[in-house]
């Protein structure tokens, strides 16, 4: 009866999550299928565009236009600058907050966890007056400092070095380490598998933003992908090809990113579940 009971179960698990799947793939079909099709309506069927005739220009055009590659090398930027100064600088505080005994530091790690629950849309007018007034506008201090450490991460990794052993950081002190020490020659190299975690999901959030890029730049020489994904749809007068195409292509170096570290996202995740 209970091998019965768990093959059943084992039955409902693998069809929601063939369910699932397929849910979250037929966005990107639709997508890919709305790229490859010459101007295609807004409301065409599957069927209809699968049996449209195919064509690569929309692609070919998407990067040839409109400083597509501008945008593109903006993101990169930009996304790369904030997940980095996250994983560095959340990481730093992360460590103090997880081995660092000082006065009022419940509270202060209390303050940090209640900014997760603050909407962004509230802090957009006194970030936007704060930016203006030191004259980022249209800058990539704007797009970064900002953003640079975030209260998830410093959650992040502060529940993840405190299940590292102290006893390496205690024989490290021993031997005359400092504190940036012990930071760079065990924490890090301790925490690569959540920092990369950290990296990947920082850079995902920065390459999508559209509120804040949209508000902190006004020249098409300093616009992100999504922005200037935005600015193209309405040049286009919603050209479902072109703007599809554009929207793949933007989505390639994340999937690329998580390819490569797949297996050291799945490695953070489980490290940072067990503590012995």
Known sequence: MITSFRGKAGVAAHTLLIVGSVTMFFPLLWMILLSLNDNPPGNATIRELLHNTWVLTNFTDALQSDQFGIYFLNSVIVSTVVAAGSCLFSTTVAYAFARREFRLKGLMFASVLGVL???????????????????????????????????????????????????????????????????????????????VVLFIYQFLTTWNAFLFPFLFVNKASMRTLPVGLAFYQGKQSIDWGHLMAGAGLSAIPVLVLFAVFQRKIIAGFTAGAIKG
Not at 124 to 147: D, K
């Open 117 to 195: 629950m603050v909407p962004p849309h509230v802090v957009m007018i006194p970030l936007y007056r704060e930016i203006v007034r030191f004259g980022w506008i249209n800058t990539y201090l704007a797009l970064t400092l900002p953003f640079i450490v975030t209260p998830f991460g410093i959650f992040l990794m502060r529940q993840y070095i405190e299940a590292l052993p102290k006893e390496l950081e205690e024989a490290a002190r021993i031997d005359g380490a400092k504190t940036l020490g012990i930071l760079r020659g065990i924490i890090f190299p301790l925490a690569t598998p959540m920092l």
